[in-house]
């Protein structure tokens, strides 16, 4: 809830309350083994000093926190990011026998 909020935030201009709010989910630290947090040092006004660069700190926090949820995808869309793979594997035996396999998805694998 607090990254969505930050989001809010960041989107509105008002960069310092999303920084507070990212912060408040980067730097928690506990020692109890069954409830795993970040614990990772908070960040400043002057890494994240741009409401773009704030945007994308805030997906890469959404990013770690909400890990296998199934948010990404929608995450991605809503903050016009390209996914970097959009097509599936496809084996390069198949585009080596296939001559209609169009370049694109058989180059999307090779960088």
Do not use: H
Request: charged share 20%; glycine share 2%; hydrophobic share 40%.
């Amino acid at each position: 809830m607090r990254l969505i909020q930050a989001e809010v935030n960041a989107r509105q201009g008002n960069l310092q309350a999303a920084l507070d709010l990212v912060n408040q989910v980067r730097t928690p630290c506990t020692s109890v083994l069954a409830e795993p947090v970040a614990c990772l040092p908070a960040l400043t006004l002057g890494q994240v000093s741009t409401q773009a660069a704030m945007l994308d700190q805030i997906l890469k926090e959404r990013d770690y926190e909400l890990y296998l949820q199934g948010v990404r995808w929608s995450d991605l869309r809503r903050f016009n990011k390209p996914l970097k793979y959009p097509y599936m594997m496809t084996p390069q035996t198949e585009c080596e026998r296939n001559a209609n396999a169009p370049d694109e998805v058989c180059l999307a694998f090779t960088e």
